[in-house]
């Protein structure tokens, strides 16, 4: 099992790209905040969200059943799945029953969380992410590395030379609105062939059983207008109670994710064209196990907007490869130990606890103070790499013993200032390799209180 910092070890041997997408990411949060400050409130919206979600977590049952009421009224067909094997089965026995073959799909994290992709394809059904950045890493046959930007990892060179190889591009093409147009030019056949389009949902709301899919690209829009069959999977935690909510999450979302005032296309969907089909599809996939998680529901407010990511020093200095999970950065360490905890075990300790995913955050999800619960959790499962068990342990029992401590600090000082340098900084130092150690002091901090604490008098 390969654990977080071996993967980001690989995104940091090229230290320019390494500083490329650092500096990308901040420019996106710095937009964010710039946009947050723009309306005066921002933190009451912040808190309306959080206490709305609230209010969903604690009538979940309530207001899945109202809006499954809702959509059925308005002719949609809704599904139930309590993991992704099932969802997986339902979306292909849909597409089986009409017969299709071809499916275009808009960004949806949850068919990604449950590798919708590579199930239908298994089954001879022709997937085509309709996203930009979706298809390019579709093109590249990656996963996703940020859940709002998926292709954030590549430079725009990486691009062209991709498209040269699968789209036919010219060879050193790598003007983005050149690639852009040749991506939109190949898959506007895709759309016109389709036989179902996927979508994922952004909200759905219980009272009137509609739902929202937000988009910059109106991708999502062209695909469902053209098919015959619109097919939405939702987790089962985007439910919103009201259409009068709706603003508030809107008007967050935007702005934490990319910074603008609006999504490009907020559409709504309620009810199937004439001698068309709408499914949706609902979705637990171990989101009722955290709901059963007190220190742990809180995560099930997010509403994916990627600024914890675009936030995190960790998640810009180790790319989202690095998590090995569908949803990176500080909310995916938080939501992949819920799934697979041995797993996912290096992932809450991929982070300094600085809590400026916390302060970014949009519903107010304790990120930091999760990442944290996670790691007591993690160390008592008996999941820590045994040099860290072994180590915590020898250094927990040695601090218990404070006569024990104070010596082995002194002999420790005095070991380390006469070891020759090439012995302390050896291959065998991880920690020393990006740092450099002070020279030891000739006293403890201890000592030096002792001795100062009456002003120098004993
Ligand atoms: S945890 Fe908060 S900041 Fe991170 S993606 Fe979810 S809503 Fe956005």
């Known amino acids: ?44 919206l912040r808190e309306l969200a959080a206490a709305i979600k609230a209010n969903v977590l604690s009538h979940l049952d309530e207001y899945l059943l109202e809006f499954e009421k809702n959509a059925i009224a308005n002719g949609i067909q809704v599904h139930w799945a309590k993991n992704a094997e099932e969802h997986n089965q339902i979306v292909h026995q849909i597409i089986q029953k009409v017969k299709g073959k071809k499916v275009v799909k808009s960004k949806s994290m949850l068919t990604e969380e449950c590798h919708l992709n590579e199930y239908l394809e298994e ?37 062209g030379d991709l498209f040269h190889e699968k ?21 506007r056949f895709r759309f016109l062939q389709a036989d179902v389009a996927l979508t994922g949902v952004n909200f759905a709301i219980a ?47 935007a702005r934490s994710a990319t910074g603008q005032p609006i999504t490009a296309y907020s559409s709504h ?3 199937p064209r004439p001698g068309c089909e709408m499914h949706i599809v609902l979705v637990d996939n171990g989101r009722t196990e955290l709901l059963g998680r007190p220190d742990f529901r809180k995560s099930l407010n997010c509403i994916r907007c990627g600024a914890c990511m675009n936030t995190c020093p960790i998640y810009r200095r180790s790319g989202g490869h690095s998590y090995d999970y569908t949803i990176p950065g500080p909310i995916g360490s938080i939501l992949s130990p819920n799934i697979d905890m041995r797993k996912h075990s290096s992932l809450p300790f991929a982070s300094t606890l600085c809590g400026s995913c916390s302060d970014v955050c949009p519903v107010k999800i304790d990120i930091h103070t999760q990442l944290y619960k996670w790691r007591q959790i993690i160390a008592k499962e008996g999941h820590l790499p045994a040099s ?41 130092n991880e920690w020393g390799k990006a740092r450099e150690m002070p020279p030891p002091p000739a006293q403890s901090f201890h000592d030096w209180y002792l001795n100062n604490r009456n002003n120098g008098k004993k």
């Open 1 to 44: 099992m390969i654990d977080h910092a071996t993967r980001a070890k690989r995104f940091n041997a090229d230290e320019k790209k390494v500083n490329w997408h650092d500096e990308t990411l901040w420019f996106v949060r710095h937009k964010r905040d710039l946009s947050s400050k723009g309306i005066p409130e921002w933190e009451q």
């Open 123 to 159: 089954r001879q059904i022709e997937v085509i992410d309709t996203d930009l950045g979706e298809r390019i890493i579709q093109l590249s046959k990656e996963a996703p590395s940020h859940i709002v930007m998926p292709a954030i990892h590549m430079k725009k060179e990486e691009v």
């Open 167 to 187: 789209l036919g591009t010219p060879a050193g093409l790598y003007d983005p609105q050149l690639l852009t147009a040749a991506a939109r030019e190949q898959l």
């Open 207 to 253: 009272e009137t059983g509609g739902f929202v899919v937000c988009t910059n690209e109106g991708n999502a829009d062209m695909g469902v207008h053209l098919a015959p069959v619109h097919i939405a999977c939702m987790g089962i935690e985007k439910l919103i109670p009201k259409v009068e909510h709706l603003g508030v999450f809107l008007r967050l979302l």
């Open 269 to 271: 969907f309620r009810t």
């Open 388 to 428: 860290k068990r072994w180590s915590m342990r020898m250094a927990g029992w040695l601090m218990a013993h404070p006569t024990l401590f104070r010596l082995s600090g002194k002999v420790g000082r005095r070991i380390l200032s006469i070891l020759p340098r090439q012995l302390v900084y050896g291959r065998w």
